[in-house]
């Protein structure tokens, strides 16, 4: 097994330490996820930059961290669910909602539980959810638009959910204090 280094404002590259700056002061701390990426700036970045596009969606905040959740869940990434789900709770993302996908439970939101439903069959199936998932999706009130906006949520959390399954970072303790 390959063994990557976790990185610190110490122990990081000049171009990754700028990067981790940043992240620390907006945070407030360094997620465990982006001490692992440092080990590679540009994919630190590209994935800083996605994250800053799915802000732009068209997508509630807390959608946009029930459809995160709803990858992550999918591809079982241990941190990024924990993420989302302190995320999802700090932008008042449907707490139902995040527990239910969690447990694997019924999700009580219709347009929630599409959407989870729409993001999971777009990871399980590569991109290929076919005919009656978009439908679906559409006839709970989504858009065209948003069935792309789907497909950079699975982008990203692709990204980030296999760099941890061959990182396997911890959740921060500051993470799970907000579940």
């Not at 407030?28 to 994919?43: D, K, Q, R, S």
């Not at 994935?47 to 732009?56: F, G, Q, T, V």
């Not at 139902?96 to 729409?118: E, M, S």
């Amino acid at each position: 097994m390959t063994d990557f280094t976790f990185h610190t404002l110490e122990t990081a590259s000049e171009e990754a330490k700028s990067i981790l700056a940043q992240i620390n002061q907006g945070y407030g701390y360094i997620p465990n996820l982006f001490a692992y990426m440092a080990e590679a700036p540009t994919t630190l970045e590209g994935y800083l930059a996605l994250n800053a596009l799915i802000d732009k969606t068209s997508f509630t905040p807390g959608q946009q961290q029930v459809a995160l959740l709803a990858a992550s869940v999918q591809n079982q990434c241990d941190f990024c669910i924990v993420a989302h789900r302190a995320i999802g709770k700090m932008k008042q993302a449907n707490q139902q909602t995040l527990d239910a996908l969690n447990a694997g439970d019924v999700i009580d939101d219709v347009q929630d539980a599409a959407l989870v439903k729409f993001t999971q069959a777009v990871v399980e199936s590569r991109g290929r959810p076919g005919d009656v998932a978009i439908e679906k999706f559409i006839n709970a009130g989504f858009t065209k638009q948003q069935i792309l906006e789907v497909m950079l949520v699975v982008s990203i959390k692709t990204l980030s959910n296999y760099i941890n399954h061959l990182t396997h970072p911890e959740p921060n303790p500051e993470l799970l204090a907000m579940i």
